[in-house]
């Protein structure tokens, strides 16, 4: 069993040891989701041994083939590898807590700010965020649309959001890509099962192939977690917007606008952002301008792009105790996650077989570029250039990041810069 909560009975798991690894590598483990996964190898197969190669390839193929946050995703699950539950959760704020506290203390900065519309240094954020998602969806594009049907599939879907803009049309969007997916690619044969399907997984990981399968037999215990922590990710996911509308209640509205990107979003962090903007700007949460502000300074942290969600947390509930606010955002975009790992991982030997989801998946892979690239326009593009030097100056920033391979963060201390300095 690839994910199982129980450890080795030679090994003697210590949940100070977990918390204290992924403390460290929450502080340390910048450059996105997959920078993310080659820190995780590095350090709890080479140096710890905690899993081996194969191991370590099985979770990473499950927490790809689930929607939400990869790399915090196969954080949960080695941590459940190592010690159970509570090594879980344990290793699930360890990593994510560095950047948490700086999302939120960010935000309490722009509090104190008020009117942001005239900030230079914003300004200079948007652009900057201009050049990380045109990025996200130049390297995501390469990896999961190389052939014609699924290029068309983007399109399409980008085209639909264009046209039709709202959660329900980038739902719709997945759910099409997911069908045609399945029509298209059903009698292709499937990948190797360690073979990645929304991301590059570090080239050193073995396929699982390399050796004999494990057993199958699930714990009864633990398939009746596993099939609890399911029923509530969907019970939460069909009637959460439902409740919400009902009680009028606005933290109900407020938890269910950012648990629903965690539970859909397919292909990394970037693509949570269109998601996220279409359930709390038009509801009155956050303004653009505060949004895309937290966008950009999330690009500038270690750990998960999803502690953006701490920072959105703390700017809807301001005041001296926004921090709560910020808590709770963060508990509402990881749920999913962490119910979806825990119910999903006793089942992945079987479920990871499936030629039909492997088809799906390749749509949906498609279908999510085209959601990311209408973002780019809109709000991305539409809201940072204004002007030819706007559009200029987030030609440089892409092509640093691009071409140059300058970190996240320095391109946006850059564009912040440039924002404040020289565009202004």
Same mark, same amino acid.
């Given at each position: 069993?690839?994910?199982?909560?129980?450890?080795?009975?030679?090994?003697?798991?210590?949940l100070g040891?977990?918390a204290a690894?992924?403390?460290k590598?929450?502080?340390?483990s910048f450059?996105?989701?997959?920078?993310h996964?080659?820190?995780?190898?590095?350090?709890?197969?080479?140096?710890?041994?905690?899993?081996?190669?194969?191991?370590?390839?099985?979770?990473?193929?499950?927490?790809?083939?689930?929607p939400g946050p990869?790399?915090s995703?196969?954080?949960?699950?080695?941590g459940?590898?190592?010690?159970?539950?509570?090594?879980?959760?344990?290793?699930?704020l360890?990593?994510?807590?560095?950047?948490?506290i700086?999302m939120?203390?960010?935000?309490?900065?722009v509090?104190?700010?008020?009117?942001?519309?005239?900030?230079?240094w914003l300004?200079?954020?948007?652009?900057a965020?201009?050049?990380?998602?045109?990025?996200?969806?130049w390297?995501?594009?390469?990896?999961?649309?190389?052939?014609?049907?699924?290029?068309s599939?983007? &399109? $399409? /879907?980008a085209?639909a959001l264009?046209?039709?803009? *709202?959660?329900?049309?980038?739902?719709?969007v997945l759910? !099409?890509? #997911?069908?045609?997916g399945?029509?298209l690619?059903?009698?292709?044969?499937?990948p190797?099962p360690?073979?990645?399907t929304?991301?590059?997984?570090?080239?050193q990981?073995?396929?699982?192939s390399?050796?004999?399968?494990?057993?199958?037999t699930?714990?009864?215990?633990?398939?009746?977690?596993?099939?609890f922590?399911?029923?509530?990710f969907f019970?939460?996911?069909?009637?959460?917007?439902?409740?919400?509308t009902v009680?009028?209640?606005?933290?109900?509205?407020?938890?269910?606008?950012?648990?629903?990107?965690?539970?859909l979003?397919?292909?990394?962090?970037?693509?949570?952002?269109?998601?996220?903007?279409?359930?709390?700007?038009?509801?009155?949460?956050?303004?653009?301008?505060?949004? &895309? $502000? /937290?966008?950009?300074?999330?690009?500038?942290?270690p *750990?998960?792009?999803?502690?953006?969600a701490g920072?959105? !947390?703390? #700017?809807?509930?301001?005041g001296?105790?926004a921090w709560?606010?910020?808590?709770?955002?963060l508990?509402a975009?990881?749920?999913?996650?962490?119910?979806?790992?825990?119910?999903?991982?006793?089942?992945?030997?079987?479920?990871r077989?499936?030629?039909?989801?492997?088809a799906?998946?390749?749509?949906?892979?498609?279908?999510v570029?085209g959601i990311?690239?209408a973002?780019?326009?809109?709000?991305?593009?539409?809201?940072?250039?204004?002007s030819?030097?706007?559009?200029?100056?987030?030609f440089?920033?892409?092509?640093l990041?691009?071409?140059?391979?300058v970190?996240?963060w320095?391109?946006?201390?850059?564009?912040?810069?440039?924002?404040?300095?020289?565009?202004?």
């Open positions: 069993m690839a994910a199982s909560p129980t450890h080795s009975p030679s090994t003697h798991p210590s040891e977990v690894v992924f403390i590598l929450g502080l340390t450059g996105g989701p997959i920078a996964l080659g820190y995780l190898r590095v350090e709890c197969v080479e140096k710890r041994k905690w899993v081996d190669e194969t191991e370590y390839a099985d979770l990473v193929a499950l927490c790809q083939f689930l990869t790399s995703q196969v954080v949960f699950a080695l459940m590898r190592r010690a159970g539950f509570a090594g879980a959760f344990l290793a699930s360890g990593f994510l807590l560095p950047s948490a700086a939120i203390a960010f935000a309490y900065g509090a104190q700010l008020g009117d942001l519309h005239s900030q230079g300004h200079g954020l948007k652009l965020a201009v050049a990380v998602v045109a990025q996200a969806v390297g995501m594009g390469v990896k999961l649309c190389p052939d014609k049907p699924r290029i599939l983007c &399109l $399409a /879907g085209a264009l046209f039709f803009p *709202g959660a329900y049309t980038q739902i719709a759910v !099409g890509g #997911a069908v045609a399945f029509w690619y059903r009698d292709l044969p499937s190797s360690s073979t990645s929304h991301s590059t997984q570090p080239a990981s073995s396929p699982s390399a050796r004999p399968s494990r057993p199958t699930i714990p009864g215990w633990l398939r009746i977690t596993a099939i922590c399911l029923v509530l019970a939460l996911l069909a009637f959460g917007p439902s409740a919400a009680t009028q209640n606005h933290h109900l509205t407020f938890f269910n606008a950012l648990y629903r990107p965690g539970a979003v397919f292909g990394g962090g970037h693509v949570v952002l269109p998601l996220l903007r279409e359930g709390l700007v038009p509801a009155g949460f956050v303004t653009d301008d505060t949004f &895309l $502000a /937290g966008y950009g300074a999330a690009q500038a942290v *750990g998960p792009l999803f502690s953006f920072y959105l !947390g703390a #700017a809807v509930y301001k001296p105790n709560v606010g910020g808590l709770f955002g508990f975009i990881f749920l999913p996650c962490w119910l979806l790992v825990a119910g999903a991982a006793p089942f992945w030997n079987q479920l077989k499936k030629a039909w989801m492997q799906s998946l390749r749509g949906a892979n498609a279908a570029v990311l690239l973002a780019l326009y809109t709000p991305v593009f539409t809201q940072g250039v204004k030819p030097k706007d559009l200029a100056a987030a440089v920033l892409f092509g990041l691009e071409s140059w391979k970190p996240p320095l391109v946006v201390l850059l564009g912040a810069a440039a924002g404040q300095w020289v565009l202004s």
